[in-house]
């Protein structure tokens, strides 16, 4: 991963006619649209190998039902396996980051090998903690597969300044980036170019039901939609003040 922002600023300004991206406060609006596009590529329904970690350090206890885990770089779940004292390895059936599990009858009759799994609490950077159900009826070693926290870029060069996302991918931010662009510089080929980013994105995808990429979609169009709507409304209170 080479390509910074500056880069990516560099490879659109000759399709909006040098239109400035980077000079306002803080580099913008080039740092925020390039985070934006960052995170999404990076934030659920998608997931990535080159963005993929595994964390090994938790085990369950007969009885307890949450457990703390200090994972600094942690995202969002995609997994738990468990494995049994006898090696036998399990997958978590039902995973949920934002949606809560009760709390579990912790009686000896009622514990079992646990099929769902949530993030009950999580503190980016620092520490998360699991709830599962049923509550665990002996010891099990659990991996944790997850999506790692993508942070904010700040400057456009630079550590800082470094897409996270891969220069095999640059077919998507660029895209994409270069769609926001269009906007800023009101142009309406924008439109175009966040179809033509979105799809290279949906291609490279692996694993999304139609359900989620319907979804997806439907969102992301409806952000956009907002967009242009305020650059509308923006553009004309300008030409009504002769602007």
């Not at 190998?49 to 200090?70: F, I, P």
């Not at 309406?188 to 997806?216: D, M």
Request: proline share 5%; net charge negative; glycine share 8%.
């Amino acid at each position: 991963m080479s390509r910074t922002i500056q880069d990516t600023i560099y490879a659109c300004q000759p399709y909006i006619e040098y239109y400035p991206l980077s000079s306002g406060s803080g580099y913008e609006p080039a740092i925020s649209i390039a985070n934006a596009i960052q995170a999404m590529v990076t934030e659920p329904p998608f997931t990535w190998g080159w963005n993929r970690e595994e964390d090994s350090s938790l085990s369950t206890v007969a009885g307890t039902q949450d457990y703390t885990g200090t994972i600094t770089d942690f995202g969002f779940l995609e997994k738990i396996t468990l494995v049994d004292p006898t090696g036998v390895p399990f997958d978590v059936s039902d995973i949920y980051n934002n949606a809560a599990l009760g709390v579990g009858d912790t009686s000896v009759a009622r514990r079992a090998r646990p099929n769902s799994a949530c993030v009950l609490y999580l503190t980016y950077g620092t520490s998360l903690r699991l709830r599962f159900l049923a509550v665990p009826d002996k010891v099990y070693a659990a991996t944790l597969t997850y999506q790692k926290l993508v942070a904010p870029m700040t400057t456009l060069t630079g550590a800082t300044g470094t897409w996270t996302i891969p220069d095999q991918y640059l077919d998507i931010y660029n895209t994409l980036f270069l769609g926001e662009a269009f906007a800023v510089a009101d142009d309406a080929r924008s439109q175009i170019y966040r179809q033509r980013g979105v799809t290279a994105l949906l291609g490279k995808s692996e694993g999304l039901t139609e359900t989620q990429k319907n979804l997806f979609l439907e969102q992301f169009w409806a952000r956009a939609g907002q967009q242009q709507r305020f650059a509308l409304v923006s553009q004309q209170a300008q030409q009504s003040r002769g602007v």
